[in-house]
């Protein structure tokens, strides 16, 4: 059970530095821990004079950063240079006439906090590919609300551009 808190421990931090961008829920960093953990469980030998407990915490943190870097197709300087782009909004992007894309650099989700609510919902739902019971976190709504706010007011207005 104590290496299962320390896999926790783990995990929360990486997740705490990626949960911005990171694309799916804790747990999957959870699991990648885990896998960590069998790991060291496997290679560890008392012989070379660390405890478990070090030894383990590398292994968790390689497997947990294997994960991110999995996910994560960018790299780190091109992460940095998408944090310079400029928002726009959702009467923008129906100019524009269809949604730019992150990896585009068209849009960067920085000042969310000031974003109208569908604006949030769409950029999250389309950009960063969150989840509706993602996006409910996010905003303190229920997941069936994001998905009423979405259908009703979202959709119709991209509709309308459309035609």
């Known amino acids: ?6 896999v926790g421990t783990i995990a929360k ?4 530095r990626v ?6 829920e804790y747990d999957d960093l959870f699991n990648a821990g885990v896998i960590g953990l069998m ?18 915490s590398y292994r968790i943190s390689g497997a947990i950063l294997d994960e991110i870097r999995d996910a994560d197709m960018r790299s ?4 940095k240079r998408n944090t310079a782009v400029t928002m726009l909004s959702l009467d923008d992007i ?10 585009c650099a068209c849009l960067l989700l920085k000042v969310i906090d000031e974003m109208p609510e ?7 739902k389309r950009i960063r590919g969150k989840s509706y019971r993602q996006i409910g ?3 303190n709504l229920t997941e069936s609300r994001i998905c009423q706010i979405f259908n009703e007011k979202i959709l119709p207005r991209l509709r309308t551009a459309i035609e």
């Open 137 to 139: 976190k996010d905003l």
């Open 76 to 79: 780190r300087s091109e992460r």
């Open 94 to 103: 129906l100019e524009l006439g269809y949604l730019p894309q992150d990896s």
């Open 13 to 16: 931090a990486y997740y705490r």
């Open 1 to 6: 059970m104590d290496d299962l808190n320390l």
């Open 118 to 124: 569908d604006l949030k919902i769409l950029c999250w």
């Open 19 to 24: 949960k911005d961008w990171w694309p799916y």
């Open 39 to 56: 790991q060291a469980k496997d290679r560890f030998d008392k012989k070379n004079g660390t405890s478990f407990k070090t030894f383990a």
